[in-house]
């Protein structure tokens, strides 16, 4: 079992940056990839970042690469995600994910195990 905390979401303005952080609690974490997903309201919820387990492989959504960054520290248990020069269409609840032990970057809602109760980012225009 796996258990996930996100934090750092609020209320932003356009351009502004932002942090998340994932805590992860149980033995597994370092032995999974992790991910973060979003979801507006009305819409599906879709990826936006994928860690492998050992850090050395990262995977983004067109949307936000190169202005999000997704890292982890497995000796905390932890999974971030830097959000810079955010936009209005940004706005969503946040969700962090750990995978199935055996996926590298996964980037599909299926291939992940366990989810947090997510974290509402509001960009303002």
């Known amino acids: 079992q796996v258990q996930l905390v996100e934090s750092g979401g609020g209320l932003v303005q356009a351009g502004d940056s932002l942090r998340l952080s994932c805590a992860a609690s149980?033995?597994?974490?370092?032995?999974?990839?992790m991910g973060w997903f979003r979801q507006a309201p009305g819409k599906e919820r879709e990826f936006v970042a994928a860690i492998s387990r050992r850090g050395d492989g990262t995977y983004y959504a067109e949307s936000v690469k190169g202005r999000f960054a997704i890292s982890r520290d497995n000796a905390k248990s932890s999974v971030y995600l830097q959000m810079n020069s955010l936009k209005p269409e940004d706005t969503a609840v946040y969700y962090c994910a750990a995978a199935r032990n055996s996926y590298y970057t996964p980037s599909r809602p299926y291939e992940y195990d366990y989810w947090g109760q997510g974290t509402q980012v509001t960009v303002s225009s």
């Open positions: 149980g033995r597994t974490f370092s032995s999974r990839a």
